[in-house]
């Protein structure tokens, strides 16, 4: 694949040690832009958008946020917990925005499953559709996602 500048310096940002310890590309031989291409594709395939998706785990880190690690329990089968801690992450797709640290874990009460993610994840999915390598300690497939938060 043929890379401007731009990407280039993308793919650079991904990589382990360079914003993060772990990176965002796992074991993911593949560009970024295949990632997300591929993962674009599932989301079609699954009739939602990544907007959508955002949108729903906003809502429950929005729910959780201020509750100082406390548990949650929401619509009967959502136990949810957020941990804001220090410290603050860019984003690798060259934004302005820099994201709060703050992870958000997500239980399902009725089949024991579990999604975590953080601010910068729920930001890499609404804007750039980065649900991040295979491999990666914060993937979240789009099927989990769509399967958990629903
Ligand atoms: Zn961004």
């Known amino acids: 694949m043929k890379q401007t500048t731009k990407e280039k310096r993308i793919e650079h940002r991904l990589q382990p040690g360079v914003l993060t310890l772990s990176g965002f590309m796992g074991t993911d031989k593949r560009y970024w832009q295949e990632i ?47 941990e804001v801690v220090r410290g603050k992450l860019p984003c690798p797709f060259s934004h302005a925005g820099i994201y709060r640290k703050a992870f958000t874990i997500l239980t399902r009460i009725d089949t024991g499953e579990s999604l975590r993610w953080s601010s910068l994840n729920l930001h890499l999915i609404r804007d750039h559709h980065f649900f991040e390598g295979i491999g990666s300690p914060f993937r979240l497939n789009p099927e989990d996602l769509v399967r958990i938060l629903f």
């Open 36 to 82: 997300v291409a591929a993962d674009e594709a599932k989301l079609e395939e699954l009739g939602i958008t990544a907007e959508e998706i955002a949108d729903r785990m906003q809502y429950f880190t929005d729910q959780s946020w201020d509750l100082f690690d406390r548990e949650l329990e929401l619509e009967g089968k959502f136990s949810v917990e957020t």
